[in-house]
């Protein structure tokens, strides 16, 4: 047996010093939030990982010393609530990036309308529901309203809430786990943690492959997918690991020195420096990377080219900013169409009228199919212009002009890196 003494002397400092690492990390992860490498990422979803990760990990870790002495129904209740939060927020994100990616194909598929302008009151500012038929006919964007943070936090609180219920069972019943009076002592196994076990199978080893069905051929430049399979596999390698280490009892003098609660705490270390340390350094570098070698001119060249735009705008698919390529393009189709127009206002004709209210529906109105992220400040004044029937050509210069600055600024890094990537994997 090892001396107590000894294990406080390396398991309290080892707690408080991964204590500090994963608040200092997620604080950082935070700040980084309006970066894209960490908005599509689920910060929200991130963050309850992180609160599982931490119950878990500072319980299995901070228990060791005093193993014979620490109350038994906290290790139950912790595990009970941390383990099936980590497991949830997870599978959220694996729903959220399928609904990223599938929607962004839809949108992407709407080059293959005809771009025809759709009849609108202007004076109502009213969105066809007859456009886009690709986009009304996805499934994912048809239950768009499911895949929104708030409402996975209602799955992920119920699932949680399950888990609380099936615990205050196993209390009202045991005597190995009791509250009062309480009971101590080496308590990692028991019936009473059938639930826990059950579940956490159940969420593993079902529910995760499924929404791992749903990302197959699923592409991202932000390594998401990468990085949720590697969660899923260290949760499923730490389940299987912990189980056989319970299981077999030549390893029990293993077990005095790496309990098997163990490889849980490697796996969500492992799973942090993935899901959060590695996307804020990522973030914290931004496209300041110096073998980054773009400019101006060269965007601007893909912008005029018809066949290198195709290729950056399927790129914009797998970097979630599809509607502002579309967006460009529809733009460059309507000044084509103002081109021939002579005169102000007053002289439009009702094709770029038409042209003018299908490009407000599509991408400026709240809840747009092809809503654009730019400052709510150019967004009002669009309305506002609108709604005072104030109506020219030049009503979406502004939107246009932060469009073409965040694809440059954004996007264009990462298809110039991307590219140089695979110049490097074909050693040309």
Not at 89 to 107: D, H, I, T, W
Not at 131 to 142: D, G, H, I, M, R
Not at 214 to 234: F, H, N, P, Q, S
Request: aromatic share 12%; glycine share 4%.
């Amino acid at each position: 047996m090892i001396d107590e003494t000894l294990l406080k002397k390396i398991y309290y400092p080892v707690t408080v010093v991964w204590l500090l690492i994963l608040l200092s990390t997620t604080y950082l992860y935070i700040r980084q939030r309006k970066s894209p490498v960490i908005r599509y990422r689920s910060v929200t979803l991130s963050l309850l990982m992180v609160i599982g990760n931490a119950l878990v990990t500072t319980l299995y870790l901070g228990r060791e010393p005093t193993i014979n002495q620490f109350p038994c129904f906290l290790s139950l209740w912790i595990s009970s609530v941390g383990i099936p939060l980590w497991i949830t927020s997870m599978a959220g994100r694996f729903a959220r990036l399928a609904f990223l990616y599938r929607v962004s194909q839809a949108k992407l598929a709407v080059e293959h309308q005809e771009h025809e302008p759709h009849c609108v009151n202007i004076e109502n500012s009213e969105k066809d529901d007859n456009s886009l038929p690709t986009l009304n006919e996805n499934w994912y964007f048809k239950h768009r309203n499911k895949f929104t943070t708030k409402y996975m936090l209602k799955w992920i609180g119920g699932a949680v809430a399950l888990q609380v219920v099936l615990t205050i069972l196993v209390q009202i019943f045991t005597t190995k786990f009791r509250i009062s009076p309480m009971a101590a002592g080496n308590c990692l196994i028991g019936w009473e943690f059938i639930p826990i076990y059950s579940t956490s199978a159940i969420y593993v080893l079902v529910i995760c492959p499924i929404f791992l069905s749903w990302i197959r051929g699923v592409e991202d430049v932000y390594g998401i997918k990468r990085e949720l399979i590697a969660d899923l596999t260290l949760g499923i390698t730490a389940f299987i690991l912990y189980a056989i280490f319970l299981m077999l009892p030549s390893l029990e003098d293993v077990l005095l020195k790496f309990p098997a609660a163990h490889w849980s705490v490697v796996a969500f270390v492992l799973s942090h420096l993935i899901s959060i340390v590695l996307p804020t350094i990522d973030a914290m570098r931004g496209t300041r990377q110096p073998k980054v070698r773009s400019n101006m001119a060269t965007f601007e060249s893909i912008l005029e080219d018809p066949q290198q735009f195709e290729v950056f705008k399927r790129f914009s698919l797998r970097d979630f900013t599809v509607e502002n390529a579309l967006f460009y393009e529809q733009m460059m189709r309507f000044r084509v169409l103002c081109n021939d127009q002579e005169g102000g206002k007053e002289s439009m004709s009702n094709q770029v009228l038409l042209e003018i209210s299908s490009i407000y529906n599509q991408f400026m109105l709240q809840g747009a199919e092809l809503q654009l992220h730019v400052d709510e400040e150019i967004l009002n004044e669009i309305q506002y212009r609108f709604q005072a029937q104030d109506i020219s050509p030049d009503i979406f210069d502004k939107a246009l002009a932060q469009v073409r600055n965040i694809m440059f600024h954004h996007t264009y890094p990462r298809f110039v890196r991307e590219g140089q990537t695979r110049l490097r994997e074909t050693g040309i």
